[in-house]
């Protein structure tokens, strides 16, 4: 198993910028690709951004020039660097793993998910 432990959400204004961090331990020797996902309320969780071992980052068409994903392997954390941020953004963030690839349906290691708040 691994657990995902995710913080860093809060409220800010449009414009503003937050950091996500999430932490990994258990069996992390098992992931192949890392993820942050995002759902807001009455919506479909959606991907945001991924990055695989090798350190290729996958960002979402409508956060790429905004947001950027980053890991430190030897801490076993995984960030989301958010600028720029929009009232739109505002979600609940989800930090999970996959041990089969960068494909959506093989994340099934998730966390307990941290509030984004974006007032304009």
């Known amino acids: 198993q691994v657990q995902l432990v995710e913080s860093g959400g809060g409220s800010v204004q449009s414009g503003g910028s937050l950091r996500l961090s999430c932490v990994a331990s258990?069996?992390?020797?098992?992931?192949?690709?890392w993820g942050w996902f995002r759902q807001a309320p009455g919506k479909e969780r959606e991907a945001v951004a991924t990055i695989n071992n090798a350190g290729r980052p996958g960002l979402a068409y409508p956060v790429n020039d905004r947001f950027a994903i980053s890991r430190d392997n030897a801490k076993n954390t995984l960030y989301l660097q958010m600028n720029s941020l929009k009232p739109e953004d505002t979600a609940m963030y989800y930090c999970a793993a996959s041990s089969a690839g960068c494909v959506t349906r093989n994340f099934v290691f998730w966390g307990q998910g941290t509030q984004v708040t974006v007032s304009s």
């Open positions: 258990g069996d992390t020797y098992r992931t192949s690709c």
